[in-house]
């Protein structure tokens, strides 16, 4: 039986990387969901290649889930990890432990974070889907507390 194979083309991802860095963007891939199928232990070299051959380097990597930032630790990645998915209160001690950062979307849970830590997180604020995030009007005050 023939399987379906796949090649990641690290001359076009490069060229990609080049011109959003050029931009003066922060590179934050986000290789959530076995990097969206492509298998993240097979992906992430092709990745790195090519940001190598970009002569960039990414800021941090996003993942959906704790358990994504956990296998990218045990793979050896050691910058930012960017949490995307809900988390709650209850996992902070393992984020800080594994130095992955959250997305918080709640004021008590901001509050929580920085009660706990001294490291910094991702705020979400809702741009007008109203599906996630901290209202625009109320994020001022979220801040100054």
């Avoid at 934050?28 to 092709?46: E, H, M, Q, R």
């Avoid at 984020?95 to 979400?124: F, S, T, Y």
Wanted: aromatic share 6%.
């Amino acid at each position: 039986m023939n399987r379906p194979t796949l090649t990641i083309a690290i001359a076009p991802l490069a060229r990609n990387l080049t011109l959003l860095a050029a931009q003066g963007r922060s590179l934050l891939p986000v290789v959530k969901a076995d990097a969206y199928g492509l298998g993240i232990v097979a992906f992430l070299p092709a990745l790195f290649q090519a940001a190598q051959q970009a002569n960039q380097q990414f800021d941090a990597l996003c993942v959906a889930t704790i358990d994504e930032g956990f296998e990218l630790r045990d793979l050896g990645w050691d910058k930012d990890i960017l949490l995307l998915g809900p988390c709650r209160q209850n996992v902070f001690v393992d984020l800080n432990d594994q130095q992955i950062v959250p997305l918080l979307d709640d004021p008590g849970l901001i509050e929580h974070w920085c009660r706990l830590n001294k490291k910094h997180c991702a705020l979400m604020v809702d741009t007008g889907m109203a599906r996630r995030g901290l209202p625009v009007d109320n994020l001022a005050s979220v801040l100054s507390g």
